[in-house]
């Protein structure tokens, strides 16, 4: 049960670590195909923002933002794959933090055809993300279960 669990973990992970590798490869002095695909999503993202708070009052980097999530995606992969549960904690917030604004498929219609990838990469990452859940909490009944074994009586002679 160990090794397929190990297994499965870097199976998982792999997705993660391997787009943070080639993120990390095409970055380079502009950030790569990677800002440019966010940067107008973050422009977007900063109007909203600056209509509710104000003008000027919220920067967005698009470079520090493909760097950090490089670093969510690789350093949160690798953690997992040791069967840390801070590991998950990241790559849970690196989904939350993205799918939203990545899969964009609510400023389509349904008939469009961008709108059915846009759903269908937007679920899968939520399946991701229920998937990272479900490893949290099996994580944590098994720290429970050896928590209780742990605690015997002492004999009395």
Known sequence: MGFFSFLGRVLFASIFILSAWQMFNEFGDDGGPAAKEWAPKLALLKKQIDGA??????????????????????FGGILFVLGSTFGAYL?????????????????????EPRFNSLLHDFLQSLAYVGALLYFLGMKNTILRRQHKKKTTKAKTS
């Open 53 to 74: 708070i104000g003008k000027n009052n919220f920067r967005i980097d698009v470079r520090t933002f493909v760097a950090a999530i490089i670093f969510l995606k690789s």
């Open 91 to 111: 790559l849970i917030y690196y989904l939350i933090l993205t799918t939203p604004l990545l899969y964009d498929f609510y400023n389509y219609r349904p008939g």
